[in-house]
């Protein structure tokens, strides 16, 4: 079935510099990918989503990269702050105008901000 | 608007009681999700709902596990009963389709099943 991969599963970096956080899918029918943040004990909240029209996006310190051909796409964020630090899951699905397909998560990724 | 609204926040409940997770979806959408998370498994779709409809309940992982949504505004899953392994946090999330936005999450619903 489809899956989402996820890499790192944890990742570490001082505050000020940047972390990269890539996922590839199996499905090729893909065509919409958010990024979620997700605090401890807290909700998964959406922090920015890509369509498969669209190769790159950037939301302040925040961006996202979209590589159909090989199937991945990645975070960006630069100029890491403590605040930062949170588990991020990136996403697959098929979105249509008027329906959902089924969204496969990533596993997650722990990111700790160190001041 | 306050968001999506879940109810209740904790649970705890033995095994073989019959368990009733309860969301309140944003005004307005029209798609509703249920979800659970755990360490193991991460985060996975169990059931998704667009205009009150049931569209997709292949994530449910049991007969034990059931959905409804009797109207716009609200919708329960059920478990019963339930097991130690149904221990998890459930989420809620709706989303209105011609935003082109992913979902936005309830607080969850923490069920611990001794």
């Known amino acids: 079935g489809e899956n989402v991969e996820q890499h790192p599963s944890t990742l570490s970096v001082q505050e000020g510099d940047s972390a990269v956080i890539k996922c590839t899918y199996s499905?090729?029918?893909?065509?919409?990918f958010p990024w979620y943040k997700q605090e401890l004990g807290k909700r998964p909240q959406l922090i920015i989503d890509?369509?498969?029209?669209?190769g790159e996006k950037k939301d302040q310190r925040i961006a996202v990269t979209l590589n159909k051909t090989a199937k991945h796409f990645s975070l960006h964020i630069t100029e890491t702050q403590p605040e930062d630090s949170a588990v991020y899951f990136c996403?697959?699905?098929?979105?249509?105008?008027?329906?959902?397909?089924?969204?496969?998560f990533g596993p997650g990724t722990s990111l700790s901000v160190i001041p | 608007d306050a968001g999506v609204i879940q109810s209740p926040r904790h649970e705890v409940t033995e095994m073989g009681q019959e368990v009733t997770l309860r969301c309140k979806p944003i005004?307005?959408?029209?798609?509703l999700f249920w979800y659970r998370q755990t360490m193991m498994r991460g985060l996975e779709l169990l059931i998704y709902?667009?205009?009150?409809?049931?569209?997709?309940d292949s994530g449910m992982p049991e007969d034990r596990f059931s959905a409804k949504m009797p109207n716009a505004s609200f919708s329960t899953l059920k478990i019963q009963p339930s097991e130690p392994r149904d221990s998890a946090v459930y989420f809620c999330?709706?989303?209105?389709?011609?935003?082109?936005?992913?979902?936005?999450f309830g607080q969850g619903t923490r069920l611990t099943v001794v």
């Open positions: 005004s307005g959408h029209d798609y």
């Open positions: 999330a709706s989303s209105l389709a011609q935003w082109r936005r992913s979902a936005f």
């Open positions: 709902f667009n205009n009150n409809v049931p569209i997709d």
């Open positions: 996403a697959a699905d098929r979105f249509m105008k008027t329906s959902y397909d089924k969204v496969i």
């Open positions: 890509i369509r498969s029209n669209v």
């Open positions: 499905d090729s029918a893909s065509n919409y």
